[in-house]
């Protein structure tokens, strides 16, 4: 079946406008995880969503970021006001439930000129 | 604070070579697993290890955990210009296991 779909795959924008970044996760998973990953290094958790439980926004780095998950499927997150430390690719993965292991996108390439 | 710190941060290497990778932390994990990432792709799991001493074998590739649960490696026999990659680390938040924090990364180039 498909995988992890992302859109759009790059998005350059200006400092200070709003960007959406999309995640459909495969279908049956009810666990999904946004990170982030600056250049060459490793990955930043962001928030994670299980269910119909409140998501663990812990890892959110300001109150410029925010993310949802319509009907328990597609993703969105949101950045307000961007900024140029805000650039790196934004990665979602999906997994089938508690414990068991990531199934990840090829990520959203994000440039905050 | 739980950190997953890897070694070496870049490795280039000839193919034929051996090579090993290491994830080390002060805390001690309940699992940990190994991802691969090539360019303009997401992570790709390559194994979990549970086990404390535990090794897994895929391949050419050598997994273990340590003893202690707190560190692994990763050995590559006779590298192929197909291991290039980012190799990561990752292991569950203590108390929040569905969670993962991911190591710093290996960047290893292979070169035919």
């Known amino acids: 079946g498909a995988g992890v779909s992302q859109s759009p795959s790059n998005k350059v924008t200006e400092k200070g406008k709003d960007v959406e970044l999309r995640c459909d996760p495969i279908s049956g998973h009810t666990a999904l995880y946004w990170y982030r990953q600056s250049l060459g290094q490793g990955l930043e958790f962001l928030i994670y969503?299980?269910?119909?439980?409140?998501?663990?926004k812990s890892g959110l780095p300001s109150d410029r970021f925010s993310a949802e998950r319509t009907g328990g499927s597609v993703s969105t997150l949101t950045i307000q006001r961007t900024q140029q430390e805000d650039s790196a690719v934004y990665l979602c993965?999906?997994?089938?439930?508690?414990?068991?292991?990531?199934?990840f996108g090829n990520g959203t390439r994000l440039t905050v000129t | 604070t739980q950190l997953l710190e890897q070694s070496p941060q870049f490795l280039s290497i000839q193919e034929g070579e051996n090579l090993t990778v290491y994830c080390n932390s002060s805390?001690?994990?309940?699992?940990l697993q190994w991802y691969r990432q090539e360019p303009g792709e997401g992570p790709v799991l390559l194994v979990t290890?549970?086990?404390?001493?535990e090794v897994k074998k895929l391949k050419r590739l050598t997994f273990q955990f340590g003893d202690a649960r707190k560190d692994s490696s990763l050995h590559i026999t006779a590298a192929q210009p197909g291991d290039t990659g980012l190799y990561l680390c990752a292991g569950p938040y203590r108390g929040a296991t569905n969670k993962l924090i991911f190591g710093t990364g290996t960047l290893l180039a292979v070169q035919p």
């Open positions: 290890v549970v086990t404390g001493g």
């Open positions: 969503f299980q269910g119909n439980s409140a998501p663990d």
């Open positions: 805390s001690v994990f309940s699992s």
């Open positions: 993965a999906s997994s089938p439930g508690q414990g068991t292991p990531l199934h």
